[in-house]
């Protein structure tokens, strides 16, 4: 079993900076890839960040630059750091993780665990 959960999120401002955390548990000896997604508009998972097992991280066109993957402090945490915030930004991320095999670029349905989703606001 793998439990995901994301803290972090909230509120900021057009500009301003946002964290977000992902403690990933249980089995976590098979996992492969972890990410960050979030739901656009149109109800569809975007792909934000990655990480790979090796380390490997990368970030979608629409958020280089401005946000950050990261392996967190404590063990099987990860971090995305969010900032210059745009109002495109809002929505809910997700954490989600592979097994073992799957790569980082796979569709986001064969990601086969992720977290409840925590929601972003961007306002001024």
């Known amino acids: 079993q793998v439990q995901v959960e994301e803290t972090g999120g909230g509120s900021g401002q057009p500009g301003g900076s946002l964290k977000l955390s992902c403690k990933i548990s249980g089995t976590t000896e098979d996992i492969d890839c972890r990410a960050w997604f979030r739901q656009t508009p149109r109800n569809e998972r975007e792909r934000v960040a990655t990480?790979?097992?090796?380390?490997?991280?990368s970030v979608s066109d629409s958020v280089e630059g401005r946000m950050t993957i990261s392996e967190g402090n404590a063990k099987n945490t990860l971090v995305l750091d969010m900032t210059d915030l745009k109002p495109e930004d809002a929505g809910t991320y997700f954490c989600?993780?592979?097994?073992?095999?799957?790569?980082?670029?796979?569709?986001?349905?064969?990601?086969?665990?992720w977290g409840q989703g925590i929601q972003v606001t961007v306002s001024s």
């Open positions: 990480i790979d097992s090796n380390g490997i991280t």
């Open positions: 989600a993780a592979t097994w073992s095999g799957r790569p980082c670029w796979v569709p986001p349905g064969m990601y086969a665990h």
